[in-house]
């Protein structure tokens, strides 16, 4: 049996989580939901090696993460949930007298979230750091990235996978401009509809099919190894290949509880399966589908599925 190595460079967090039926304006003061404050870890990082961990066969699929969190009871928490989903930490490095990243999160009740990041140890994943990884890199079959840490350790760590022939999957999140450089040793670009917009410096436009294959067209253009796929929310994905083949995948029609972990869910559901050399549509549909569970549950890295929920509902 051959086993797909994953490896996840990025941010770990830990949320504090307020839900409510609304935002408060400026300078007001508002009762939240009676018992809706909880805590649990996240960052985009930990929350996607979790999705690939939960979703994968545990047979065929090794995960492992790589970050920094602070010598503090958050760092400790994220590490342990980490070890619980089998996911391999020995590349996060714990940083004395830092705090580790904290995000805070309105959540509302029609499912929209609003995050506020302090990024913490997530700045000490710098260069060297991204550096001392190059052998784990050079034995990965994918490397997923996005981009809660600094960009210049983005960016070393495409420069490494490029020179090991590793695939590269780039989740551009929060949306910054990047360079042509960085774009074009990307094998999968996965932003969604604002994303896509500032990569391209252009105005948002609706998320809508049509919308989106003019985004990956335009991002195609600036050297995207294998794919583009940008993320349409309620509205599903879309999908276009440096060959041409493209679709639209919708979204599976739920009540929406909290949309917190949604996209990373849907990011880690496709990189086990686009690494075992699934057809790319087959990956994106099993990635709606495992989203369509995450955003019918409170919190983040506790509302992604497992291998095994999937496996139920698709009997």
Do not use: W
Not at 96 to 111: H, L, Q
Not at 124 to 152: G, N, R, T
Not at 258 to 265: I, V
């Amino acid at each position: 049996m051959t086993v797909s190595n994953i490896l996840v460079l990025g941010s770990l967090n830990m949320d504090l989580v307020m839900q409510t039926k609304v935002c408060p304006a400026g300078g007001q003061t508002m009762h939240g939901d009676p018992d809706g404050f909880h805590t649990g870890a996240g960052g985009k990082g930990a929350n996607q090696a979790v999705a690939v961990a939960r979703l994968s066969n545990p047979s065929d699929t090794k995960i492992y993460m790589a970050g920094c969190v602070g010598e503090d009871v958050f760092g400790q928490d994220m590490l342990r949930g980490l070890k619980q989903d089998n996911v391999d930490v020995d590349a996060v490095k714990v940083i004395p007298n830092k705090s580790s990243g904290v995000a805070m999160i309105i959540v509302e009740s029609n499912g929209e979230n609003r995050i506020l990041l302090s990024e913490g140890a997530n700045s000490c994943v710098d260069v060297p750091f991204v550096q001392a990884l190059e052998e784990k890199i050079q034995h990965s079959d994918l490397l997923i990235l996005q981009l809660e840490i600094p960009l210049l350790s983005v960016q070393k760590a495409v420069e490494l996978a490029h020179k090991h022939h590793v695939d590269v999957l780039l989740n551009p999140a929060p949306a910054v401009s990047l360079s042509p450089e960085l774009l074009q040793h990307v094998s999968y670009l996965v932003p969604n509809e604002h994303e896509a917009a500032v990569l391209l410096g252009c105005p948002e436009s609706p998320p809508t099919a049509q919308n989106a294959e003019l985004y990956a067209d335009k991002l195609l253009a600036t050297g995207i190894r294998k794919a583009v796929i940008i993320t349409l929310g309620s509205e599903g994905a879309f999908y276009k290949t440096k060959t041409g083949e493209s679709a639209h995948i919708p979204a599976k029609k739920v009540q929406a509880i909290d949309t917190t972990a949604a996209g990373d869910t849907f990011i880690g559901a496709f990189s086990t399966s686009i690494s075992h050399e699934k057809p790319l549509k087959d990956s994106l549909q099993f990635a709606a589908q495992s989203s369509a569970i995450t955003v019918q549950r409170k919190g983040a890295a506790n509302s992604i599925p497992t291998y095994t929920d999937i496996q139920n509902i698709l009997k």
